[in-house]
């Protein structure tokens, strides 16, 4: 890959935005983010940040912008010389302008899934809390019913995606996402992508980066016919 690409994956909660990061990750080689695991890192190691965000994230409430974007912009600053895709971050139109400040970005991918469909993925996940990998019982179920396929550690449920949290959460993140989701489409980034299927959605995902992202094999190609 010669010149930095630069994502954003937006979409409510159980969108698929991990799942897809994930073979972003290993097929186009760039690192991803997700702005929840790093949280979670941090209030592991006890960090100032993560002192901070543990009794929102408990609430189910949005960790509040200065602390998300002091979390997230220095680690950004770690990961200039790589490609990056970032997941969960920015979640309010605060933190997409403190990102903007920082970086350009490529393309901002959003993920539009209809609301049942979305509850009943949410149901159905389970998570490994130590690595943040995500099963779900029916589209990636673990090896062995209840744990990790890598640790053996046994998986839980997050207490918000039971169905009692869940419609409130999701009509939050409407409300939230909206504006984001103007100011990249005013940008003429913004990349939409609506489906009830991850599998689905997936090539024309692939084929968006394929096109986005400039390969030295691209840049040879290029340089060849000019
Ligand atoms: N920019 C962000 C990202 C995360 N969080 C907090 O971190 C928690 C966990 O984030 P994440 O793992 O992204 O999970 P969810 O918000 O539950 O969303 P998803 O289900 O899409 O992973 C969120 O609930 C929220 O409290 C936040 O406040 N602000
Ligand atoms: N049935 C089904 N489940 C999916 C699909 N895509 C992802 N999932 C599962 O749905 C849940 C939410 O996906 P995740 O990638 O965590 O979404 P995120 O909250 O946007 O990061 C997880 O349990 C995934 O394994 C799909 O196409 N069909």
Redesign the pocket.
């Known amino acids: 890959m010669s010149k930095l690409f630069r994502a954003v994956i937006l ?5 698929g ?2 799942t897809i990061s994930e073979r972003v990750a290993s097929i186009f080689g760039l690192q991803h983010l ?4 790093f ?2 890192q941090n209030i592991t190691a006890n960090t100032e940040a993560g002192i901070l ?1 543990k009794a ?2 408990e ?6 912008d200065h602390v ?1 974007t002091r979390l ?1 912009l220095p680690r950004l600053e770690e990961m200039t010389r790589h490609s990056w895709l970032l ?6 139109l605060a ?1 997409a302008e403190a990102l903007n400040s920082a970086c350009d970005l490529d393309v901002v991918i959003s993920l539009n899934i209809p609301l049942e469909t979305l509850k009943e993925r ?1 149901r159905h ?1 389970w998570i490994h809390p130590a690595s ?1 990998r ?1 099963y779900n019982m029916c589209f990636n179920p673990p090896r062995v019913q209840g744990v990790d396929d890598i640790t053996g550690e046994p998986l839980i449920q ?1 207490e ?2 039971k169905p009692e949290a869940l419609v409130a ?1 999701l009509r939050h ?1 409407k409300d939230v996402a909206k504006p984001v989701i103007d100011l990249y489409r005013a940008k003429g980034i913004l990349h939409m992508f609506s489906d009830t299927e991850t599998d689905r959605i997936w090539p024309y995902v692939s084929s968006l980066l394929s096109a986005k992202i400039p390969t030295d094999h691209a840049d040879a190609q290029r340089a060849t016919t000019h």
């Open positions: 979409g409510p909660p159980g969108s935005k991990g997700s702005s929840g695991d949280l979670r965000a929102y994230i609430k189910g409430a949005l960790v509040p998300m997230m997941d969960g971050f920015p979640r309010t933190q949410l996940r943040g995500v997050h918000d995606d959460r993140y």
